[in-house]
């Protein structure tokens, strides 16, 4: 599964050394630099497509976890949700307020910050730290590159906080960019991705709804391209 953002070498590279309050530092560094490579200026057209055919209770609240400054928050809003974000940089929080043309109030809750405006709510600080108390209650979680901006070693710690947040009748709306491994048959890489299954299936049922496979030239071989598939995923727990 990549690891967005996967343009930046940074990450690849160091890849083995990551704990996860060096990988804290580096996403606060990369917005005050602003190498938001992977903030999208458009609202994702899986979420768009696929968010009511996933059985989530409409107009309900939405657990947004690692939001950034994403304009999904504001398609959801627009759909009747109410949206919960968690996100780690005052930089991101403060831009998807301002950028929005929204006023937000804030207000300390424990050790994050709560920036509110309408049916937007984002927590700003660190996602390993919260308590189920911090979110309140919610009934769907949406994960576009939270799981996958993290690095390999900390997606098992991603998901068993997960669990802890999650309680057993929500549903998770998960989105994944996937390479083709090298022997890997079509219908084999167009199936559940193998780090998605070892990383979710102790504990959630997993659903695969859908499957955009492309090929997408390789940043590694000017000659190549690889097979990359876009995965919407629909998870509840057992
Ligand atoms: C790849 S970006 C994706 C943002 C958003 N989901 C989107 O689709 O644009 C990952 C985001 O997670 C945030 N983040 C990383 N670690 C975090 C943590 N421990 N707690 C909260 N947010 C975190 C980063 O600051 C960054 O904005």
Redesign the pocket.
């Known amino acids: 599964m990549q690891t ?2 996967a343009k930046s070498k940074f990450f690849i590279n160091n890849g083995n050394r990551f704990s ?1 309050s060096t ?2 530092q580096l ?2 560094q ?2 005050r630099d602003q190498r938001i490579d ?3 200026f458009h609202v ?1 057209p899986l979420l768009e497509k696929f968010w009511s055919k996933l059985d989530l209770v409409h107009n309900s609240r939405v657990f ?7 304009l ?1 928050m504001i398609w959801l809003a627009e759909q009747g949700h109410e949206v919960i974000g ?4 005052q930089v ?1 929080v403060q831009d998807f307020f301002r950028e929005n043309g929204l006023e937000p109030i804030k207000q300390k809750q424990g050790e994050f910050m709560l920036w509110k405006s309408g049916r937007i709510s984002i927590l700003c ?4 730290a919260l308590h189920k108390t911090d979110l309140g209650v919610f009934d769907s979680v949406y994960d ?3 799981l996958t ?2 690095p390999e070693k900390i997606r098992r710690i991603y998901v068993a906080q997960l669990r802890l947040l999650v309680p057993k009748t929500v549903n998770i709306f998960l989105l994944t960019i996937e390479d083709a491994e090298e022997n890997e048959t079509l219908a084999e890489s167009m199936g559940i991705g193998e780090e998605i299954r070892t990383l979710y299936e102790k504990f959630f049922e997993i659903y695969l709804t859908y499957v955009d496979s492309m090929f997408e030239p390789d940043c590694e071989s000017l000659h190549f391209s690889k097979r990359t598939e876009y995965k919407v995923y629909r998870l509840s727990r057992k």
């Open positions: 967005i953002p996860i990988d804290n996403w606060l990369l917005w992977f903030h999208q994702n947004v976890p690692l939001c950034g400054k994403s999904d968690v996100e780690l940089s991101a600080g660190d996602y390993f576009r590159a939270a901006a993290l």
